[in-house]
């Protein structure tokens, strides 16, 4: 299927390894040019170098996604750059590790939580949408987790609580800016292989393996299929959803000293 996204422009944040740098090459390898942000500068521009060879334009936004000067600059700077923005997928995340049941939860691994997924996806929203979609076409795609569609494990409150938080937003923000042509969608990904689990056990991922019905972990190239889609024309009346892709399985067993 054709995905007529040729000469469009993406701004994926976190997008210098791992889910973020999978949806920047399947956009890219469709023909358009990526605006990378992520708070590593070296790790973005070797993303850059990658997603050059697609034939495409791209360049690193460097950044923490939760400052709100550096967002707003950001998002004048790639404009300016670029001369157009057509897809924020709002990416950057960190894990649920440091994990800590809600009765030790220190509130600095709260907020940092909350500033890093939900703020920084309320901030660069923000600052995209008065520059997308003179053509009335823009896509925001957000990133939720199974965590939430599941309900979460103890120890991961303040994860899965910034992931409802996106949930709630992305449904607001698709009735709000639904009449402008943009869709607003969250994708919510099951246990995909990247850094983020890198300090799983064997006993964790064998958890995590084991009880999908599809017995692995998701390819962060099928994440990249799907934003694919969502960026796409034929997606145009899909919007306000949060999108699993997990296998089939949204609940684990961690066993009982979980
Ligand atoms: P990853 O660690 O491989 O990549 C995350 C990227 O975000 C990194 O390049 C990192 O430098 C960047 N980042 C982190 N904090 C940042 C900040 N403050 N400012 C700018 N950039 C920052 O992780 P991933 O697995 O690719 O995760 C991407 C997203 O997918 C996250 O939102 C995560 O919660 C979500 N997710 C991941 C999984 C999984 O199993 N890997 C499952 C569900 C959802």
């Known amino acids: 299927m054709e995905m007529h996204l040729k000469g469009r422009v993406a701004l994926v944040t976190g997008g210098a390894r791992g889910i973020g740098l999978a949806e920047a090459a399947a956009l890219a390898a469709e023909g358009v ?16 170098e990658k997603l050059k060879d697609f034939g495409v334009d791209a360049a690193a936004f460097v950044c923490d996604v939760s400052d709100e000067d550096s967002v707003k600059a950001n998002v004048l700077k790639v404009a300016q750059r670029f001369g157009r923005l057509d897809i924020l997928i709002n990416n950057a995340g960190i894990g649920v590790r440091p994990s800590f049941a809600v009765a030790d939860m220190p509130v600095e691994a709260w907020d940092l939580m909350q500033h890093v997924h939900v703020r920084s996806t309320f901030l660069w929203s923000r600052a995209a949408i008065p520059l997308m979609c003179p053509g009335g076409y823009g896509r925001i795609i957000n ?38 042509g943009i869709t607003v969608n969250a994708i919510a990904p099951g246990y995909v292989a990247t850094s983020l689990i890198a300090g799983f056990s064997e006993d964790m991922l064998a958890i995590v393996r084991d009880q999908n019905p599809t017995r692995r972990l998701c390819a962060p190239e099928e994440i990249g299929a799907l934003v694919t889609f969502l960026s ?10 949060i999108v699993c892709i997990d296998g089939g399985r949204r609940e684990y067993y961690w066993g009982d000293d979980a």
């Open 143 to 180: 990133t939720s987790s199974v965590n939430y569609t599941g309900g979460g494990r103890p120890g991961a409150s303040h994860y899965v609580a910034a992931k409802a938080a996106i949930a709630g937003f992305t449904r607001v923000l698709a009735k709000e800016v639904a009449s402008s």
């Open 232 to 241: 796409s024309r034929h997606a145009g009346f899909i919007n306000g959803e």
């Open 33 to 48: 040019s990526i605006a990378v942000n992520d708070i590593d500068a070296e790790a973005a521009a070797a993303a850059v």
